[in-house]
């Protein structure tokens, strides 16, 4: 499975919604306090861009040095329709900073240096040490995840359905008839899939191997459909 590290960095990396929250900016619509784009630096810490004139900029601005607490606060939502589609959260917090260095006209990054870090999500909780979360890689299919589920949903949905006949003793708790299977996670070790019958509950396929390119994700997602056809 991927270590909590790799979830939680795949989740600032990615496409996921993301607020930032600073003592003393309560006030702030919405709008404000959500950065335009995010990133991770060398050493770990997580770059955030704002408005130039936006009220994280002013207060990061006006801080003490060594910069103020901040809280990164990270939400990711199924990209296919199904009950309960938040699939996990992940929290981020330490000093914010004005990073130095040149920026967008009118824009301003942000740097957070990350003290805390924590992952809640289908693989449960964990508490990810900073130095960890520097040294972990995202997971390489992050880009085209909700693609490709949603791909798998709409075009190979009687495929993905199949895969119950993989759940031994599980597929008891699903009627043939009425069996609905929606493709929710995807990542470098496998597929998670929710079925719904006379009970709701996730299962976890993994690949042979974990896979590193689109390439090898399709012989991977073959070599699953062929083992629940036999």
């Given amino acids: 499975m991927p270590s909590a590290a790799e979830r939680t960095r795949t ?25 335009e784009t995010r990133t991770v630096g060398p050493e ?10 936006s009220p994280a900029v002013r207060a990061a601005t006006r801080a003490p040095e060594g910069g103020l607490s901040a809280v990164l606060e990270l939400t990711d939502v199924a990209p ?4 309960h589609r938040i699939r996990g959260r992940a929290r981020l917090s330490g000093p914010l900073t ?13 740097r957070l240096t990350v003290a805390e870090a924590s992952v809640d999500d289908l693989w449960g909780t964990a508490e990810v040490a900073p130095e960890d979360f520097a040294a ?18 709409s075009a190979h949905s009687a495929e993905v359905r199949t895969l119950r006949g993989l759940l031994g003793e599980r597929s008891g708790a699903l009627s043939a008839a009425g069996t ?9 070790f496998g597929l998670r899939v929710r079925f719904t019958g006379v009970q709701c509950f996730d299962a976890r396929f993994d690949f042979p191997e974990p896979v590193r390119s689109m390439s ?12 629940a056809s036999h």
Avoid at 180 to 188: I, Q, T
């Fill in 11 to 35: 989740l600032v990396q990615g496409t996921c919604s993301a607020v930032l929250l600073v003592p003393g900016l309560d006030g702030a619509g919405p709008c404000q306090i959500v950065p």
């Fill in 44 to 53: 770990g810490e997580v770059l955030l861009v704002f408005p130039a004139g």
């Fill in 98 to 110: 004005v990073q130095a260095g040149p920026a967008e006209p009118g824009r301003t990054a942000l």
């Fill in 136 to 153: 972990a890689v995202p997971d390489p299919l992050m880009e085209h995840e909700a693609e490709l589920l949603q791909h798998l949903h």
């Fill in 216 to 227: 090898e994700l399709r012989r991977a997602m073959h070599a699953l459909f062929d083992a």
């Fill in 80 to 83: 296919v329709s199904v009950p």
């Fill in 180 to 188: 609905v299977a929606v493709p929710v996670g995807l990542d470098r």
